[in-house]
């Protein structure tokens, strides 16, 4: 099946500096990857998501890069804030019916 | 609308005893979904259903662990004679359809202590 690993498992910033976190995948044929964050106490919200036929995708301050030779993404967060403080998930998926795999998560604390 | 919702938030029970999740997807979600994140870890993916039907429960732990969906709305998970290696906090997501996987919305969890 598909493996996920997500690093690193903990960053720490100052606020303004940009935050970078990476997956890798093991399955060729997975072809979505979504990026959630979980804030303390709530469940993870899906924040931007990459399908493979693309290799970039911007929402003002994130954006997502794939790398399908390489088989690994990466989550790119500019101009942090305190409230970027979470725990982000990457996760790969074959799409449609099948079920995302999770890496471990990665928490990320901004300093005022 | 309202979100997915689950009780209890909180859950402290004695080794050995048997527990009661609730999971309220949103409505007309016809896709449920009910993960592990135990501390630290990533979500381990327990269970899936399609309107009421549950066609593969490899993904549960053990035979302790059970889940049922009525009126393909909400669910409950039950695990039967408690361990301390159950301590987790369990996740709901729930999506318009199987085919949606990828557009799951999470509730909040249940976060189960066993002593």
């Known amino acids: 099946g598909e493996n996920v690993e997500q690093h690193p498992s903990t960053l720490s910033v100052q606020e303004g500096d940009s935050a970078v976190i990476k997956c890798t995948y093991s399955?060729?044929?997975?072809?979505?990857f979504p990026w959630y964050k979980q804030e303390l106490g709530k469940g993870p919200q899906l924040i931007i998501d990459i399908r493979s036929n693309v290799g970039e995708k911007k929402d003002q301050r994130i954006a997502v890069t794939l790398n399908k030779t390489a088989k690994h993404f990466s989550l790119h967060i500019t101009e942090t804030q305190p409230e970027d403080s979470a725990v982000y998930f990457c996760a790969a998926s074959l799409g449609g019916s099948y079920i995302p795999t999770f890496g471990r998560g990665t928490s990320l604390i901004v300093h005022p | 609308g309202a979100g997915v919702s689950q009780s209890p938030s909180n859950k402290v029970t004695e080794k050995g005893k048997d527990v009661e999740l609730r999971c309220d997807p949103i409505s007309g979600h016809t896709a449920l979904y009910w993960y592990r994140q135990r501390l630290g870890q990533g979500l381990e993916f327990l269970i899936y259903f399609q309107g009421n039907s549950a066609p593969d429960k490899s993904g549960l732990p053990s035979d302790r662990f059970s889940a049922e969906r009525t009126g393909e709305s909400v669910s409950t998970l039950t695990i039967q004679r408690t361990q301390q290696e159950d301590s987790a906090v369990y996740l709901c997501?729930?999506?318009?359809?199987?085919?949606?996987?990828?557009?799951?919305?999470f509730g909040p969890g249940t976060r189960l202590t066993v002593t």
């Open positions: 997501a729930s999506s318009l359809d199987l085919g949606r996987t990828y557009e799951q919305y």
């Open positions: 399955d060729s044929a997975s072809n979505y």
